[in-house]
Structures are given as structure tokens and as C-alpha cells.
């Protein structure tokens, strides 16, 4: 054994540790004093570092969008289905007129369920190219996974701006005063 440290000589005398621990010990104390120092980074290595963890940015953004996407089309799929399973059919010869963007669509129906879309009982939903009329119940589930889906709901107040409207030409004809005596 070489220049043993002499406290390592009494451990190993009162066999408190063994040599092969002493030798690994000096190895390590060895490589310590003669190690390089750590080499400085090189640019090319910050470069390839910075440029790994830019494509990790963009790959996670992909990624997140692409499961946004998906979580979108298993949302309208969901509400197809509602759509589909809660339809009510319809049957009658009276039509119906209502507006979906700038045309005026047709449906034909009865009495009885023009009334209940009239009073908001009814909605009229699109599938594709084609109408359905769905209970309320199943409108609210349809639009809380694609409001788009819902085409007309009599229910909601949606319609606020006729109302604005509608106020002020109320307090214009405010200042007409109608005689109490006036027959219609």
C-alpha cells in the first residue's frame, strides 16, 4: 500500500474499515487532484441547448392545439348525437319562416308544434343541411357543447337590441301626450 494516512492505518488496525474502502477512498482523492476543471460551455453547445428547448416550446404548442381540436370535434360529435337521439318528429302542412344568418329557411309543421316553438317549449337546431326540433332540455345540452348548432330559440332574449330600440322610441312618443278621452 502506499503513503497510507496515518489515521487511516489505526481504522485499518482496529479493523473499523477494510482495505478495499481505503483504496477506493484514495482512487477518489486522486481523481479530485487531478481532474480538469469543468470546460466552459462552447457557443455551438448554448446554440443546440437553446435550439432543443424551442422545439420542445413548439411541440408542446402543437400538441395543445392539436388536443384543443380534438376536444372540439368529440364536443360536436356529442351534440349531433343529442340531436339526433332527441329530435322531435315533425309532421303538418303549415310553414314555418324563420331566418338563419341572411335566408330564410321553411319548415313544416303543425299547430300544436308551431305553438310550443313559438313559446320557447320547441328549438330549431342544425344538423348539416337539415332541421330538427329539439326540446329545450336537449337545446341546452346541444349548446353547451356547440351553441352554433342552435339555429332559433324563442326562449332566450336573445333579441336585446329590438328592445333598446323599441325603449327609445318609447321615450320619443313620452312627450306626445294622449287625451284621456280618446276612443279607439
Known sequence: MAKANPL????????????????????????????KAPAERSEIQVEA???????AEHDRAIEAERKAQARAAELRAQARQIIEDR?????????YRFTEGNAIRTLLLNDDLRKKLSSGVLVIARI????????RAAADKVRER???????????????????????????????????????
Request: charged residues 35%.
Open 8 to 35: 487511516q492505518e489505526q481504522l485499518l488496525k482496529a479493523g473499523l474499515v477494510k482495505k478495499s474502502k481505503v483504496a477506493e477512498v484514495a482512487r477518489e482523492q486522486n481523481k479530485a487532484r487531478h481532474a
Open 128 to 135: 348539416d343541411e337539415r332541421y330538427e326540433l329539439l326540446p
Open 49 to 55: 441547448e437553446r435550439a432543443r428547448a424551442e422545439k
Open 146 to 184: 356547440d351553441a352554433t348548432m342552435i339555429v332559433l330559440d324563442h326562449g332566450l332574449q336573445a333579441d336585446a337590441e329590438p328592445a333598446a330600440d323599441a325603449s327609445d322610441d318609447d321615450a320619443y312618443y313620452a312627450q306626445f301626450k294622449v287625451p284621456d278621452d280618446l276612443i279607439w
Open 87 to 95: 329530435k322531435v318528429p315533425r309532421s303538418g302542412e303549415s310553414e
